[in-house]
């Protein structure tokens, strides 16, 4: 089974029909009814009752909604966090001007770390320590983007 099936089954389950349903998803009436139906012979159970008002969920149509509806929102919310996961974080990284920086930033880009939220600050030692002490550049000590606690 497939995430638009998912997806196909809720809109069916929304509108209340198949008609309106494929209007809305962009497919043929057929084509949703066909999902539908691979559905309910996948769970083994009807989902909806057709009745003069519409399609309506079953007791074990709705148990399925609600486990669709769980399944798309945290796909959804998966593909959020990992689209702006780095446009969350920006990452300060203090260095010394003796230290190999371009062969980091190499190393960085292999990583595929997006450089557009990367900043560099050069210091020297003491320099670096009370920028640390700061917060104006990140402890790696720990998980996560951002500044240490204190």
Known sequence: MEIR???TL???????SISKASHLLHLSQPSVTRIV????????SPLFSRTKDGMILT????KFYRLATKITSSLHKTISDLKNSHKKCV???G????IMIFDLIEQLRYANFSMDYIRFHEFNTKRQLIALKNNQIDNF????????PH
């Open 91 to 93: 990452i300060n990284i």
């Open 5 to 7: 099936h998912l997806k």
């Open 37 to 44: 139906q691979e559905i309910e012979t996948i769970v083994g």
């Open 141 to 148: 000590n720990h998980t996560g983007c951002g500044h240490s």
């Open 59 to 62: 007791n074990d149509g709705k």
């Open 10 to 16: 809720m809109m069916v389950a929304s509108a209340r």
């Open 95 to 98: 260095f010394c001007p003796s």
